[in-house]
Nanobody
Framework: QVQLVESGGGLVQPGGSLKLSCRAS????????MSWYRQAPGKQRELVAL???????TYTDSVKGRFTISRDDAKNSIYLQMNRLKPEDTAVYYCNSESGFVTNWGQGTQVTVRS
């Protein structure tokens, strides 16, 4: 079992930036996939970005070129750098780990983009 704690959410104006952090309770170097999901009000949770422990990253189309996922195994952490934020990026952002049949979620951090 891995405990995940997100931080870094907040209120930002359109066009602004935020960096989310997710710290795991143990080493993430052996965790196959570390991801960021988001869930907006009234919508299903969706995958935003994924990072594997072999260096592969993938992004949902709506954030490509604006968001960057990174991981620091030494700090047991992953990050999501979000640039050129849009109102439609407003959501609760969740950190996720997946390794084999074991999936863990953080508690989420709110990101609100508005003028």
């Amino acid at each position: 079992q891995v405990q995940l704690v997100e931080s870094g959410g907040g209120l930002v104006q359109p066009g602004g930036s935020l960096k989310l952090s997710c710290r795991a309770s143990r080493t993430i170097s052996t965790i196959l996939k570390m991801s960021w999901y988001r869930q907006a009000p009234g919508k299903q949770r969706e995958l935003v970005a994924l990072s594997t422990n072999t260096g592969t990253t993938t992004y949902t189309d709506s954030v490509k070129g604006r968001f960057t996922i990174s991981r620091d195994d030494a700090k047991n952490s992953i990050y999501l750098q979000m640039n050129r934020l849009k109102p439609e990026d407003t959501a609760v952002y969740y950190c996720n780990s997946e390794s084999g049949f074991v999936t863990n979620w953080g508690q989420g951090t709110q990101v609100t983009v508005r003028s």
